[in-house]
T-cell receptor, first 115, second 108 residues
Framework: EAGVAQSPRYKIIEKRQSVAFWCNPISGHATLYWYQQILGQGPKLLIQFQNNGVVDDSQLPKDRFSAERLKGVDSTLKIQPAKLEDSAVYLC?????????????FGPGTRLTVT | GEDVEQSLFLSVREGDSSVINCTYTDSSSTYLYWYKQEPGAGLQLLTYIFSNMDMKQDQRLTVLLNKKDKHLSLRIADTQTGDSAIYFCAERYQKVTFGTGTKLQVIP
């Protein structure tokens, strides 16, 4: 089966600019996650979708970050405006949420550099 | 809130065993996982253990869980150069929380 697809793979922007990331999960996976992974740290959950509804966005900086999952398939994550501390790898993952052990399948990530 | 801690770095010789340790704080965890991340790639699930188990073996991998001490370990037998990567433990209750990652370096 095809894995989780993400684009772009790399993005360099200046602070205060906007950026958007795209994720296509594995077909049939109802749950989709966006994580932020800062260099040297573990992934931090930003937002979790179940189909096209938000399950958890408690750690999403909502003043600048937004995410949507239209039709319960693809998802986009947007940052507007970007700050220097947003430099990180943004990982998308999906999961067949009703199947134990609820394994998450990760995409390769988008490396964002904010200058 | 949940907190998952790991040592940052481990170096072993090829053919030796590697033991990567992890401590967590949430006693309500239901599943605990070990993920592997190679350079430039996303995370890949290696193995997992239910919280009511204390050991699980899967080929070269052995997971030990001490629920009383909230301590999880991953043993890799006969470590190979291809095992060089960053290893993350993670615990799940209502959501999954990842540790800080342990970089495993395998010396030929």
């Amino acid at each position: 089966e095809a894995g989780v697809a993400q684009s772009p793979r790399y993005k360099i922007i200046e602070k205060r600019q906007s950026v958007a990331f795209w994720c296509n999960p594995i077909s049939g996976h109802a749950t989709l996650y966006w994580y932020q992974q800062i260099l040297g740290q573990g992934p931090k959950l930003l937002i979790q979708f179940q189909n096209n509804g938000v399950v958890d966005d408690s750690q999403l900086p909502k003043d600048r970050f937004s995410a949507e999952r239209l039709k319960g398939v693809d998802s986009t994550l947007k940052i507007q405006p970007a700050k220097l501390e947003d430099s990180a790898v943004y990982l998308c993952a999906s999961s067949p949420s009703r199947r134990v052990p609820y394994e998450q399948y990760f995409g390769p990530g988008t490396r964002l550099t904010v200058t | 809130g949940e907190d998952v801690e790991q040592s940052l770095f481990l170096s072993v010789r090829e053919g030796d065993s590697s033991v990567i340790n992890c401590t967590y704080t949430d006693s309500s965890s239901t599943y605990l996982y070990w993920y592997k991340q190679e350079p430039g790639a996303g995370l890949q699930l290696l193995t997992y253990i239910f919280s009511n188990m204390d050991m699980k073996q899967d080929q070269r991998l052995t997971v030990l869980l001490n629920k009383k001490d909230k301590h999880l370990s991953l043993r890799i037998a006969d470590t190979q150069t291809g095992d060089s990567a960053i290893y993350f433990c993670a615990e799940r209750y209502q959501k999954v929380t990842f540790g800080t990652g342990t970089k495993l370096q395998v010396i030929p």
